[in-house]
């Protein structure tokens, strides 16, 4: 087919048509082929989720994926097929009763894709607040190197030199029901701008603001 192409494209002046219209059989061929390809790789890799993400596989497939998340992160929009995740209810302790709904929690697994995305908008945000020193000093969830023991170490030392020193200390836990799912997106969104510097498509894009929410 391809010695077929080279031949019409020497004779394009003669034979025009014939040549437009086997281009466009070559592409429909190509297109065939293509999904023809995808389907049996990942058909054959169903009982295995390694096979998929071979080192044969993943040059022929890396450019589309750069591609989408590319245009992704240029246009602030995550097609619809990346959102639909497949939910599985587990029970939040062992021991509670499965017949009651709210002892359930739902356990979301989004396309490999997703995750792709995720961890790329995640990577570049860090990469923005860390070098210009934007998160707060004793912020000591979802970052490397934090935990809640360095917050444990931290609360602690301070309550003991408060002690030494004489003084009387108080300690205030609060413990917020659905945190993430009552935050104001208005103030959210204004909070980026204003304070961190963030404006444009990423102050839009889904997974810039769910990785926000999680380290603000």
Do not use: W
Not at 41 to 60: E, Q
């Amino acid at each position: 087919m391809k010695s077929r192409k080279r031949q019409l494209e020497r004779l394009y002046k003669k034979t025009g048509q014939a040549y437009t219209d086997y281009l466009q059989q070559y592409k429909d061929a190509l297109s065939t082929a293509r999904s023809t390809y995808y389907s049996h790789l990942i058909h054959s890799g169903s009982t295995n989720p390694k096979a998929l993400f071979s080192t044969d596989s993943l040059p022929a497939i890396s450019t589309l994926i750069t591609e989408i998340i590319d245009s992704s992160l240029r246009s602030g929009l995550v097609p619809h097929s990346l959102k639909l995740a497949a939910v599985t209810p587990i029970l939040k302790k062992p021991g509670l009763n499965p017949d009651i709904m709210s002892n359930f929690r739902p356990i979301s697994n989004l396309p490999f894709l997703s995750k792709i995305l995720k961890c790329i908008v995640a990577t570049q945000l860090k990469a923005h607040l860390c070098s210009n020193y934007l998160l707060e000093p004793f912020q000591y969830g979802f970052r490397p190197q934090y935990s809640t023991e360095t917050a444990l170490l931290k609360v602690t030392n301070d309550i003991l030199l408060s002690a030494d020193s004489g003084h009387l200390t108080i300690l205030i836990l609060l413990d917020l029901t659905a945190a993430f799912d009552t935050i104001n997106h208005t103030i959210l969104l204004s909070c980026l701008e204003s304070s961190l510097g963030i404006t444009g498509t990423a102050t839009i894009h889904p997974a810039a603001s769910v990785h926000l929410m999680l380290i603000s």
